[in-house]
């Protein structure tokens, strides 16, 4: 592999690039899902290519190519520097790299148990098993169950001498159970909306995740919903469950973080962003609580955007977003790094796959925990009045991530320290930064999870990209709550 990236590299150099980088991707993937009983997916493919970036003239140029061949790499290395040059008539300013030294390296995803080791039969077993116990329920009237796994293996090389081999795999598993009745549909999802938990491991993840356990006691909260009241509105005390909470920092922090969305680079999938250049280390984002980062590195955890090196060659790193309420940091690149005063790129330009070109991606957008000892129990037992909220249900956010409005699958009303009645068709709505000052507890580290969103999409052509998102149970004082569900 190395061999057919000095072929890219050597053209690039030969036809005048002034930087050139290779990217070669071994990716397989495995997905299977169940429905009612039966086989709703199964797909097992693989995929080999390679991509090549290059700078010519000052500006960028990409081609990529599942042809390895020499011919054919060569090929693509010539049609990458045509593009930068025809790209190159039309620059308003020179492409600029912030420096970054050149590293050989090897890193691999901790992984206990190769997916791809597990046979089919042995994953639907288990879907099987669990779609069973969630239609023995009465009143589910729909129950859908998924197992994937992915495994991407790729080598990085540039004209600047760095040569990286990174394997990395995933594995994410959920279910869902359905109760339609009258007009009405309710849904509880295990262990979070959205395909559940998907994190950088093996099919160990799959054991962790208790998921035949906890089938009987999703199916029956999905029926018991619609006896439940619907929630109220007004302006309450919330306390968010941590994967409702994650989706939160993932569209009201991590989306209008992303550099190249700030300075209008990147608007085509999901708009650009409030927060201007003009916000960096001077707005009150938060409370004094809330403390952010932007963490790639292994010892954050098993994140979905957890990596040795991003897709230009830089280490991962730990930014600081959020510190202790004020804004400090921006997800940035190579390119973008000098923009907003940095001397090295924050590591988060990331790709799909071999035929996609790199953009800034989220890595793991975390709130970090509180510092004091502090269960989910004893965040309800202090708080006199309000409503907890578990589990996404829908979400809508304004193209420039300050007006939002979620909902979710499930809520109970606190009242006087205790946990009461279960509530249905629970929502919440808000200004970014108003709502994050208002957060006032975080659980601690004991209840903090990092939790997987596996299909985060953005650009255009549009990239499905996998982000990673630590929190746990938090509260938030004086939330508008309700409307999104009138009538139900």
Wanted: with cysteine; net charge negative.
């Amino acid at each position: 592999m190395k061999q057919i990236a000095h072929w890219a590299l050597n053209m690039a150099n030969q036809r005048g690039a002034s930087y050139a980088d290779a990217r070669i991707v071994d990716a397989r993937s495995r997905a299977l899902a169940t429905k009612n009983g039966k086989l709703g997916q199964a797909s097992d493919s693989e995929s080999l290519g390679l991509g090549i970036r290059v700078i010519a003239d000052g500006a960028w140029g990409f081609s990529a190519s599942d042809d390895l061949s020499r011919d054919a790499v060569e090929e693509t290395a010539a049609r990458a520097l045509e593009i930068a040059k025809a790209s190159a008539r039309l620059k308003q300013d020179a492409v600029r790299l912030a420096p970054e030294k050149p590293v050989t390296a090897e890193w691999t995803t901790p992984c206990q148990i190769d997916p791809f080791g597990i046979s089919i039969e042995q994953n639907l077993e288990l879907l099987f098993a669990i779609d069973k116990e969630l239609c023995a329920v009465a009143g589910v009237t729909l129950a859908e169950t998924n197992l994937n796994f992915h495994r991407e293996e790729q080598w990085f090389l540039s004209t600047e001498g760095t040569d990286i081999h990174q394997t990395k795999y995933s594995t994410g598993a959920g279910y869902a159970a359905y109760a339609f009745a009258g007009s009405d549909i309710q849904k509880r999802s295990y262990p979070s909306s959205y395909g559940g938990q998907w994190q950088n491991k093996g099919y160990e993840l799959v054991h962790e995740l208790k998921l035949l356990e906890n089938a009987s006691r999703i199916a029956e909260e999905a029926v018991a919903l619609h006896k439940a009241d619907k929630c109220p509105e007004g302006r309450f005390t919330v306390i968010l469950e941590g994967s409702q909470l994650g989706l939160q920092i993932h569209e009201s922090i991590g989306h209008p973080i992303e550099l190249d969305r700030v300075l209008g680079m990147e608007a085509n999938f999901a708009g650009t962003s409030f927060l201007t250049l003009d916000k960096l280390r001077t707005l009150r984002y938060g409370s004094d609580l809330v403390n952010v980062v932007a963490d790639a590195r292994q010892e954050h955890g098993p994140g979905l955007g957890t990596f040795g090196f991003d897709d230009e060659g830089v280490p991962a790193q730990c930014t600081p977003i959020v510190t202790n309420g004020l804004f400090t940091g921006y997800l940035s690149s190579r390119e973008t790094a000098h923009m907003v005063g940095a001397n090295r790129s924050g590591g988060t330009l990331r790709a799909e796959n071999w035929n996609r070109l790199p953009i800034i991606r989220m890595t793991n957008v975390s709130l970090l925990p509180g510092e004091k000892p502090l269960t989910l129990e004893q965040l309800i037992s202090d708080t006199d009045k309000g409503v907890y909220m578990e589990t996404n249900r829908s979400w809508s956010i304004d193209d420039k991530r300050y007006n939002f409005q979620f909902g979710t699958e499930i809520g109970w009303e606190i009242k006087n320290g205790k946990r009461t009645r279960m509530m249905k068709n629970c929502s919440y709505s808000g200004i970014t930064t108003e709502f994050w000052n208002s957060l006032d507890a975080i659980c601690s580290r004991d209840e903090w999870v990092l939790w997987g969103t596996p299909n985060c999409g953005k650009g255009q052509p549009q990239q499905v990209m996998g982000t990673g998102h630590g929190a746990a149970p938090s509260r938030f004082r004086n939330i508008k709550v309700g409307s999104a569900y009138k009538g139900n």
